[in-house]
């Protein structure tokens, strides 16, 4: 099956975070920007204003590596899977996709670029840690340290492993969204993202389980 480049020989193409699944940004291809991203891995796009290629963060340093290209159901569409370096839009957001709209229209001001919701929450999470506001709970976690954070985590664990022994879905995933609440505490505490830990299982896919352990025990 071919692609529906169509009149104008264009296809657009959204481009979306791999790891975290948040769309950075639309533009367009034609053959060539197409081939020369996938010849470089470089996501390359046709500029409609200059008639020209132009590869994404060429004079920036904000480039998309591109993993995956994909056609829609009607081949008149792509989705690239992308690691972004730095942020994708020029505003210096990470994301294109900011402004709300609503009855009224566009908002008149930039608002907080469109995420998934474990993004968000992750960004909430990071706020109430340098929050001057008085304490929540994330807060006086934070503020315990690792001891505190850690036994949450524990405790958390626990009940999920009764949930998943002996008690209905609604429960397992109620305590399935504390454990990863709690690990998302953990993890600012330590100024690790979610992403890098997600990119660690991308790295891990295709490995197997016990290979992948022994590999980290290394040597004996």
């Known amino acids: 099956m071919e692609l529906a480049w169509g009149e104008a020989g264009l296809l657009p193409a959204i481009v979306q975070d791999r790891l975290t699944g948040q769309v950075r940004m639309l533009a367009y291809m034609n053959r ?13 796009f046709f500029s409609r204003s200059r008639g020209a290629l132009w590869e994404k963060g060429e004079t920036s340093g904000n480039t998309l590596a591109v993993a995956t290209i994909v056609a829609d159901c009607d081949a008149d569409a792509l989705l690239l899977l992308v690691d972004p370096v730095g942020p994708t839009c020029h505003t210096g957001k990470p994301a294109c996709f900011f402004r709300r709209v ?3 229209g566009i908002a008149a001001e930039s608002g907080v670029d469109a995420a998934a919701f474990l993004d968000v929450l992750e960004r909430e999470i990071e706020a109430r840690r340098t929050s001057s506001a008085e ?19 524990r405790e958390e664990a626990d009940e999920l492993v009764r949930a998943i022994e002996g008690e209905d879905d609604t429960r397992v995933a109620n305590e399935a969204a504390d454990l990863v609440y709690h690990v998302l505490v953990g993890l600012a505490s330590r100024g690790v993202s979610l992403r890098e830990v997600v990119h660690v299982l991308a790295a891990r896919a295709g490995t197997s389980g ?4 022994a590999n980290r025990r290394g040597p004996r």
């Open 32 to 44: 060539a920007s197409l081939e020369r991203t996938i010849e470089t891995g470089r996501a390359t």
């Open 102 to 104: 609503d009855e009224r």
């Open 135 to 153: 304490k929540s709970y994330t807060r006086s976690l934070l503020d315990g340290g690792p001891a505190k954070i850690g036994a949450k985590i």
């Open 210 to 213: 016990h290979e992948e352990k």
